[in-house]
């Protein structure tokens, strides 16, 4: 199984949704982040990561509050953000870190 330094550490963008399943805010990511994902498609890879299952990760990465979004590529984080985003707005977010 991949750890999350090896998802991370990808060639690939790959955002991550920090995340809690009692967060109402991050309820309403989830559709975003799929629609997301149908358009980005293999461009890139979309994770989620329960705070409250992984809080050591969670803590790594200074993350205080739900949902917080992070851009990764080969291991370097290259953007966050915290609070819930429209489909629109996190697309023209990612849009310049796509090749």
Not at 20 to 31: F, G, L, N
Not at 41 to 61: E, F, L, P, S
Not at 70 to 85: D, E, I, P, Q, Y
């Amino acid at each position: 199984m991949e750890s999350f330094n090896d998802v991370i550490s990808s060639d690939k963008l790959v955002l991550v949704d920090f995340f809690a399943t009692w967060c109402q805010p991050c309820k309403m990511m989830h559709p975003v982040l799929e629609q997301v994902k149908n358009v980005l498609g293999d461009k890139i890879r979309i994770i989620k990561v329960d705070v409250d299952k992984y809080g050591v990760t969670a803590g790594q990465y200074n993350v205080q509050s739900v949902p917080t979004l992070m851009l990764f590529h080969n291991g370097k984080a290259l953007w966050r953000t915290s609070g819930a985003m429209q489909k629109a707005e996190l697309l023209a977010t990612i849009a310049p870190f796509l090749r």
